[in-house]
């Protein structure tokens, strides 16, 4: 077994449990729609409707989150790879030229999505270089076909 403190190959052993991409929308009021492309992403409790996701400390969306209510959870398609590359990097967060309507609290929602889910911050908790969100389900949607955006081993793989 290797040692903790080898960062890359524990970063490469966590490559091997595959995980769902998803692009976290907010909007606090007077400025602009964010998004932020993101692989942490996990049901936490169906009664109350709970879920989580993780934002790395050094994120420059971080102020933004850390006043946010309400959040909104896209579950990206196969075909939004693309949109997962754009919001994954420094400095591009701006939703514009992205197909959204606003939800219930006026949070942008990707129209393409496989599945959403509004949310309300439930709770923030410090972990190490991240902060878990945790997230009250206030409304979700979700459509019948297509295949999700799948993120495996520092690549995008799909679903054969």
Same mark, same amino acid.
């Given at each position: 077994?290797? /040692?903790?403190? $080898?960062?890359?190959?524990? +970063?490469? =052993? ?7 991409? *998803?692009?976290?929308?907010? @909007? &606090? ?9 993101? !692989? ?27 006043? *946010?209510?309400?959040?909104?959870? !896209?579950?990206?398609?196969? =075909? %939004?790879? $693309? ?5 994954? @990097?420094?400095?591009?967060? *701006?939703?514009?030229?992205? $197909?959204?309507? &606003? ?7 990707? +129209?393409? =999505?496989? =599945? ?8 923030? %908790?410090?972990?190490?270089? %991240?902060?878990?969100?945790?997230? +009250?389900?206030?409304?979700? $949607?979700?459509?019948?076909?297509? !295949?999700?955006? &799948?993120? %495996? @081993?520092?690549?995008?793989? /799909?679903? !054969?």
């Amino acid at each position: 077994m290797t /040692a903790i403190d $080898d960062s890359r190959r524990l +970063r490469n =052993a966590l490559g091997w449990y595959a995980t769902g991409v *998803a692009l976290i929308t907010t @909007r &606090l009021e007077g400025q602009a729609p964010v998004g932020l492309t993101i !692989n942490s992403f996990s049901s936490v409790s169906l009664e109350p409707p709970l879920v989580l996701w993780c934002l790395d400390k050094k994120s420059e969306t971080l102020p933004t989150f850390n006043l *946010a209510k309400h959040f909104v959870v !896209n579950v990206l398609r196969e =075909a %939004h790879q $693309d949109l997962s590359n754009r919001f994954s @990097r420094k400095g591009h967060h *701006a939703l514009d030229g992205v $197909d959204v309507e &606003l939800s219930p609290h006026g949070i942008p929602t990707l +129209r393409e =999505a496989l =599945a959403h889910f509004e949310c309300e911050i439930e709770a923030r %908790h410090d972990a190490g270089d %991240h902060i878990i969100l945790i997230g +009250r389900v206030s409304h979700f $949607d979700h459509v019948e076909d297509g !295949n999700p955006l &799948l993120y %495996h @081993r520092g690549r995008y793989q /799909a679903i !054969n």
